[in-house]
């Protein structure tokens, strides 16, 4: 099973950018396609961009489209999401997500391992 490891996450001004990291170990990391989810408390967790194995496919949640890219780096075993022009309702904890299979997904029940998450927090 794959272990996922986010990084990246902090307190930035509405408008600005933040780059968010996810490092994976113990598994072949060209057997997962990836995601990026976030969750408000009280809320369930969303869906936020997703990449397939070689990252010929991305998709993306209406709401950050333009504004985000999710890309991977197979040689690193990373996936990233950069994350342009944020806004306050941007703020979240954002988690990285694996799911072994090739086909992308944008549910949280089809995607098998998790890390535990990153702080973005985004002022007006």
């Known amino acids: 099973q794959v272990q996922l490891a986010e990084s990246g996450g902090g307190l930035v001004q509405a408008g600005g950018s933040l780059r968010l990291s996810c490092a994976a170990s113990?598994?072949?990391?060209?057997?997962?396609?990836m995601g990026w989810f976030r969750q408000t408390p009280g809320k369930t967790r969303e869906f936020v961009a997703t990449?397939?194995?070689?990252?010929?496919?991305?998709d993306y949640a209406d709401s950050v489209k333009g504004r985000f890219t999710i890309s991977r780096d197979n040689a690193k075993n990373t996936v990233y999401l950069q994350m342009n022009n944020l806004k306050p309702e941007d703020t979240a904890v954002y988690y990285c997500?694996?799911?072994?299979?090739?086909?992308?997904?944008?549910?949280?029940?089809?995607?098998?391992?998790w890390g535990r998450g990153t702080q973005v927090t985004v002022s007006s």
């Open positions: 997500g694996a799911r072994r299979g090739t086909l992308v997904s944008k549910e949280t029940a089809d995607f098998n391992a």
């Open positions: 990449i397939s194995r070689y990252g010929g496919t991305t």
């Open positions: 113990g598994g072949t990391f060209t057997g997962y396609v």
